[in-house]
C-alpha cells in the first residue's frame, strides 16, 4: 500500500496537490459526483463460465454524448461485459439501467429493441446479400399496404434508403448500393455493419475492436465514422485496443482488468503508458484520483487469455 487512507490533507509525498486524474473505483465502484447524464448503467455485473468467471462485480456507465473506449488484456472480459449490455448473454447478477430504467434483456433482439445497436467482433452479415439486404436485415422495410404479414419486400426503398444513409454517415468508398457484401474490402464490410448499427442505434452503439482487422485508411473511415455518430447524438462505446485511437477518439477510457473495471480515465490528462499501466497492474488508482505503482507485494496472477 502506498500513502494514507483517503487522507487529502497531508501534504502528498508525490506531486502536490495534483488534481484527480482518474475515478477511484474501489471495490463495488462508487460513481463520483455531478457527473453528466448516464446513458447506460451497470452496476455489480457478474458472469461466469463453468469456472471462469468472466466479469466479476464490474460496474460500467456511459455518458450522454462520449465515446467510452474500454480497454483491458485479452481475457480481461471485455467481450463479455458488451454482451451483457446487448442482450447477447444473460449476467448471473447485477443491475443495468438504460436511462436510468432497469433492464433485462433476455437477447441481442431486446436490447435493439430498447436502441441499443452492437457491432460485435465476428460480423454477422450474409455476404451473398448486397449492401441494402444488409443493412436491413432482420428488419426490412416492407411495401404499404393491407396484406399484412404477406406484404413485398421494398427492395427499392430499402435500397434508396441505405443510399441515403450511408451518404449521411459519409461512407463514400461504397459505389454501388446493389454489391454484394462478399465482394467488399474488410473496411467496406466494417463500414456497413458500423452504418447499420447508425441507423438502427438510437440510444446505444456498441462497438467491439471494429478496426482490429483493418487497414490505417480504412480504420481512418471507421474512426471518423464514430466520430460522427456521437456528434449526431448517440454515445458510443468502443472496445480497442489500439492506444493512439482510442487516445484520439476517448472522451473517457473504462479500464478493464482480471473482470471488472478498476479504473476511468481522461485521455486529456493522462498517458498512454499510464493506462497501459493500469491495464496491466503495473500502476492503480490511488483513493485520491491520482495513478501511482502498485505495490510490488502481490504477485501476478496468471489469467486464462481468451
Ligand atoms: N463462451 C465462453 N465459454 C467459456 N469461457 C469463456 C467464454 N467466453 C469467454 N470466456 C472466458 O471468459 C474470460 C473473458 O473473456 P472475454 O470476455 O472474451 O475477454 P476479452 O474480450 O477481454 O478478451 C476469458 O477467460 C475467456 O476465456
Ligand atoms: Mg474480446
Not at 459526483?33 to 463453468?50: D, F, I, N, Q
Not at 454501388?176 to 458500423?194: F, P, T
Not at 487497414?215 to 456521437?230: D, T
Amino acid at each position: 500500500m502506498n500513502g494514507g487512507n483517503g487522507n487529502r490533507t497531508a501534504g502528498a509525498d508525490q506531486d502536490a496537490a495534483a488534481v484527480p486524474r482518474a475515478d477511484v473505483l474501489p471495490a463495488g465502484g462508487a460513481t463520483p459526483e455531478g457527473e453528466p447524464r448516464c446513458v447506460l448503467r451497470a452496476t455489480g455485473l457478474v458472469k461466469r463460465y463453468g469456472n471462469v468467471v468472466a466479469i466479476r462485480a464490474s460496474d460500467f456507465d456511459l455518458r450522454a454524448g462520449e465515446v467510452l473506449a474500454v480497454v483491458g488484456d485479452n481475457g480481461a472480459g471485455k467481450s463479455s461485459l458488451i454482451k451483457a449490455l446487448s442482450g447477447a448473454l444473460v449476467p448471473d447478477a447485477g443491475v443495468i439501467e438504460l436511462d436510468g430504467r432497469p433492464v433485462a434483456f433476455r437477447s441481442p433482439h431486446e436490447a435493439r429493441e430498447a436502441g441499443i445497436e452492437t457491432v460485435y467482433q465476428t460480423l454477422a452479415m450474409a455476404p451473398q446479400m448486397d449492401i441494402a439486404a444488409n443493412l436491413y436485415l432482420g428488419r426490412p422495410l416492407r411495401r404499404a399496404g393491407t396484406l399484412g404479414l404477406l406484404r413485398m419486400l421494398d427492395h427499392r426503398r430499402m435500397r434508396e434508403e441505405a443510399a441515403r444513409q450511408l451518404d449521411a454517415l459519409g461512407i463514400a468508398t461504397v459505389q454501388d448500393i446493389g454489391q454484394v457484401v462478399g465482394s467488399l474490402s474488410g473496411g467496406q464490410r466494417q463500414a456497413v455493419a458500423v452504418a447499420r448499427a447508425a441507423m438502427f442505434g438510437s440510444r446505444v452503439i456498441i462497438m467491439d475492436e471494429p478496426t482490429a482487422a483493418l487497414g490505417v485508411r480504412e480504420s481512418r473511415q471507421v474512426l471518423e465514422l464514430i466520430a460522427r455518430i456521437r456528434d449526431r447524438g448517440v454515445p458510443v462505446v468502443l472496445i480497442s485496443h489500439d492506444m493512439p485511437q482510442v487516445f484520439e477518439i476517448a472522451d473517457r477510457i473504462h479500464i478493464h482488468r482480471l473482470g471488472r473495471r478498476t479504473a476511468v480515465v481522461e485521455p486529456a490528462r493522462c498517458s498512454m503508458t499510464e493506462v497501459v499501466g493500469l491495464m496491466t497492474g503495473a500502476l492503480r488508482v490511488t483513493e485520491d484520483g491520482t495513478i501511482t505503482e502498485q505495490a510490488l507485494s502481490a504477485p501476478h496472477r496468471k489469467e486464462g487469455t481468451a
